[in-house]
């Protein structure tokens, strides 16, 4: 009972009334059955849940028969309200960071915090971020684009300096991908397709920021391996030996870069998975699974386990890269 999951999200029972009328895209819950909510946002089902999502008994009994010690907790993405006004969001984000400390209380030390941040107004970002280092989160989720402006923008140099400077880790997650437009289906294809493609963008927006250079010291990690991010690689990589503009701009080559960055397992394929491990190094890959929605790895040890026969690696993928980026010890039951 030894791993340890970076990627797993939680969402409240019930939401607070938001701080005015009508503000666009505040949740509300709704009852569906004993196990089930309907979460609505702008009066309109988002998503039924279960009430895995609030409650930790129920949680920590998945987590035993998955072979996870701890989880790192995060909100669901479409909480992250990047969207509402300043005062509204922080009002919300605010509840949803109590109620992951509540969360964590009642697991007794299998599960630890990642909160999340109104990062469209910087003040209150920082005012915050302050708070949940003071309330012992570990990190903060936040989102693979901030209203479409790209991570890499140095609008939000202050927030990774202050993450830095605080010791804290931050977990990369999609939120409302761009390029939806051009894909023809249901809705879900938005996690299917969209999800890692915004990752991806995410992960090459701060390469060409050269945030890993300007902030030396940063824990960062993308969900969902980093999405597209090892395709565009290789790309990456030629574009940097071919076009002076290209390398003139890069303090160091995209690879280099890349390999400071922290990515989960999350990509349901074993080949994927050992292909991340060759590419961004045995030091840099951690377990994540997306619990506890449909959608998610039900069985992230055991793939680990069926992927690599060298223990060392597996210990490495398992549970001793995620203590290294969350600055845990050792767990124990």
Sequence with gaps: MTGIDIHAHVVPATFPASVRPDVAGWPSMEEQDGCHRNILIDGKVYRSLSEKCWKPAQRLEDMDRSSIATQAISPMPELFSYWMDPPSANHLLRYVNDQIVEFVAE??????????????DMDLTLNELRRLKTLGFHGVEIGSNINGEPLGSPRFDPFFEAVQELDLAIFVHAVRPTGMDRVRGPKPLQQVLGYPTDVGLAAASLVCANLPVQFPH?????????????????????????????????????????????????????????????????????????????????????????????????????????????????MTR
């Design 107 to 120: 697991a007794k030390g299998r599960l630890v915090g990642l909160g999340a941040l109104p990062l469209q």
């Design 218 to 330: 940063l824990r960062i990690a993308f969900s969902h391996g980093g999405g597209t991010f090892a395709s565009l690689l290789p790309r990456f990589a030629e574009g940097y030996r071919v076009f002076p503009a290209v390398r003139e701009s890069l303090t160091l080559p995209p690879e280099q870069q890349a390999r400071r960055f922290f990515y989960d397992t999350l990509v349901f394929d074993s080949r994927t998975l050992a292909h991340l491990v060759e590419l961004f190094g045995e030091s840099q890959l951690m377990m994540g699974t997306d619990y506890p929605f449909a959608f998610h790895d039900q069985q992230p040890v055991a793939r680990i386990l069926d992927t690599f026969a060298d223990a060392q690696l597996r210990d490495r993928l398992v549970y001793e890269n995620a203590r290294r980026f969350l600055k845990i010890g050792a």
